[in-house]
């Protein structure tokens, strides 16, 4: 199971598809899209619930190959599990959301 690289250079890219890592099943579609890039989803696209296995699921998808993975932002109590789970597996980069400001 992996996310391939892209044929065209990521600065190029037109298509960028967040894949929720909920199931292999959309994984998988996400995979065979025409998207140009795909970016693996333990954010906003994962029940509460289900954080845990959406780590260990996106670790088996980068196991092989680079990609891409937005995280929960650094403000949540998920950021440091995210970011230790992915720490041994092959990846182009992460995103998060914005910082976010307060009101003073």
Not at 25 to 47: C, F, K, Y
Not at 61 to 74: F, H, S
Not at 87 to 92: E, I, K, S
């Amino acid at each position: 199971m992996t996310i391939s690289t892209p044929a065209i250079p990521y600065g190029l890219a037109r298509s960028w598809l967040l894949a929720p890592a909920v199931d292999d099943e959309r994984l998988r579609a996400a995979h065979n899209s025409d998207a140009d890039v795909v970016i693996i989803d333990i954010e906003d696209g994962v029940p509460e619930r289900n954080k845990e296995q959406a780590r260990l699921m996106t670790r088996r998808w980068l196991e092989d190959d680079n990609g891409w993975v937005r995280i929960n932002d650094a403000t949540t109590t998920h950021w440091n599990e995210d970011v230790s789970a992915l720490q041994p597996v092959h990846r182009r980069g992460a995103v998060s959301r914005p910082a976010r400001l307060r009101d003073r």
